[in-house]
Nanobody
Framework: QVQLVESGGGLVQAGGSLRLSCAASGGPFSIYAMGWFRQAPGKEREFVAQIHWSGARIDYSDSVKGRFTISRDNAKNTVYLQMNSLKPEDTAVYFC????????????????WGQGTQVTVSS
């Protein structure tokens, strides 16, 4: 069973940057796609970014495109989310997730999830 542990969240001022990490263990990592989702207070969880196992395909939500960068290091079983030019509306709990198949936009296609890390952006 794959276990995912996020880290790197925190409090940052608007315009600042954070880098989230998600370390995987307990199963094969390099052959699966990985995604980041987020959930703001009172809102549904939403897709943020995803990366193919090879890194050949990357997708972002429109709200983070141009500001966030997803990457992975298969040798370290880790996926990253570099977040720049942060805005107060980026405040949320960020989750990484492991996807075996299917559309990257659908939560049901992600079979393992981390516990989440809080990102708070002050204005």
């Amino acid at each position: 069973q794959v276990q995912l542990v996020e880290s790197g969240g925190g409090l940052v001022q608007a315009g600042g940057s954070l880098r989230l990490s998600c370390a995987a263990s307990g199963g094969p990592f390099s052959i699966y796609a990985m995604g980041w989702f987020r959930q703001a207070p009172g809102k549904e969880r939403e897709f943020v970014a995803q990366i193919h196992w090879s890194g050949a395909r990357i997708d972002y939500s429109d709200s983070v495109k141009g500001r966030f960068t997803i990457s992975r290091d298969n040798a370290k079983n880790t996926v990253y989310l570099q977040m720049n030019s942060l805005k107060p509306e980026d405040t949320a709990v960020y989750f990484c997730a492991h996807r075996s198949s299917g559309s990257y936009l659908l939560e049901r296609n992600y079979d393992y999830w981390g516990q989440g890390t809080q990102v708070t952006v002050s204005s």
